[in-house]
């Protein structure tokens, strides 16, 4: 079982920044793709960055002012953003993934205020 702890969110002015992080238990985590989605009131939740095998993937909305990073001998993985507008207020989920199987946090909150 894998457990993941996300922790970072906060309220922000636009055009500030913030650093997700999300650790993870289980020394399998080196072996997952990591991802960060978000889900905003009303709409479903989206896929923000993953990392995995060195490589990554941002959404279009994203890409430029967020940085996903992992540490997996912390077994922990970061989203760095900056610029952030108010479309980015969501809850942010860390999600592990191995198909068949994904694992979920429990979402930390990102308010940004314009």
């Known amino acids: 079982q894998v457990q993941l702890m996300e922790s970072g969110g906060g309220l922000v002015q636009a055009g500030g920044s913030l650093r997700l992080s999300c650790a993870a238990s289980g020394s399998i985590f080196g072996n997952y793709l990591m991802a960060w989605y978000r889900q905003a009131p009303g709409k479903q939740r989206e896929l923000v960055a993953f990392?995995?095998?060195?490589?990554?993937y941002y959404a279009n909305s994203v890409k430029g002012r967020f940085t996903i990073s992992r540490d997996n001998a912390k077994n922990t993985v970061n989203l760095r953003m900056n610029s952030l507008k108010p479309e980015d207020t969501a809850i942010y989920y860390c999600?592990?993934?191995?198909?068949?199987?994904?694992?979920w946090g429990q979402g930390t909150q990102v308010t940004v205020s314009s």
């Open positions: 990392i995995s095998d060195g490589s990554t």
């Open positions: 999600s592990a993934q191995r198909s068949p199987t994904t694992y």
